[in-house]
């Protein structure tokens, strides 16, 4: 048996057919330049995809519709009746809101993919309230009188009530974004608090103390929104305010 390798240079002869069926199948990998001779063809060329960032969108339509809330509230121009805002939190507040979340969940972030449809949810179930083909005022209407028994004030403070304890767990969750983030949510879970209480104890200072503090809200959601909307596309920049690892 041979001490060398079978494969080792200068070890096969010219006229050996071997050789030249290996000679023969280089040459047809290789180009007459000697580069790899690849002539595949893809049924469908690769693109890469680029994603949209979906936050500014949700971000903007929640505080458009915390703004419509927290007016009527407040009975801005003598307004008594909210129902004006029913379209605005079907649309804006409730489709794009859900759109967002939805783009989110695309993008990877579980943050955006779990708030921004819990609160299209909110403002859904918020309008509904208002819309009297719902039912649900008029099973909290007075037959005879025609007016709303306090116990819907009651079923209002609970509904509230949940609203808020989801709030603060969406504000912990956000102790690792932004400052403008997590007072942004901070706010709105002190908002929902004073609301709660407001239509629990009937005490109308609650109520206008959790409206007004709704204003900032939105303000803080429109500050946070426009941050992602700007980035690159105007000469302007908002800080967000990085939390990192200070909190």
Not at 36 to 63: C, E, Y
Not at 101 to 106: C, D, K, L, R
């Amino acid at each position: 048996m041979s001490s060398t390798s079978d494969f080792a240079p200068g070890t096969s002869k010219a006229g050996d057919p071997d050789t030249l069926a290996s000679s023969n199948h280089l040459d047809r990998l290789l180009t007459a330049g000697g580069h790899v001779n690849d002539r595949s063809q893809l049924p469908l060329p690769v693109v890469h995809r680029s994603f949209a960032n979906p936050t500014p969108l949700g971000l903007i339509s929640f505080a458009a519709d915390i703004f419509l809330i927290s007016v009527y509230g407040l009975h801005a121009r003598g307004i008594q009746s909210p129902n004006a805002m029913i379209g605005m939190l079907i649309f804006f507040g409730g489709v794009c809101q859900f759109l967002a979340g939805i783009m989110e969940f695309i993008t990877g972030n579980t943050f955006g993919a779990t708030v921004f449809p819990s609160y299209a949810a909110f403002n859904l179930s918020y309008a509904l309230i208002y819309i009297p083909g719902s039912g649900i005022l008029s099973a909290y209407t007075d037959a005879t009188t025609g007016a709303l028994r306090p116990e819907f004030n009651q079923a209002l403070a609970l509904y509230l009530w949940v609203w808020f304890i989801i709030t603060v767990l969406y504000t912990v969750a956000a102790m690792r974004s932004t400052w403008v983030l997590f007072l942004d949510l901070l706010a709105l879970s002190v908002c929902l608090l004073l609301l709660a209480c407001g239509f629990m104890t009937g005490v109308e200072g609650l109520l206008t103390a959790g409206y007004a503090v709704g204003v900032v809200v939105c303000f803080l959601s429109f500050w946070a929104g426009c941050t992602g909307l700007y980035t690159g596309i105007t000469p302007i920049k908002l800080p967000a305010f990085e939390m990192g690892s200070r909190v």
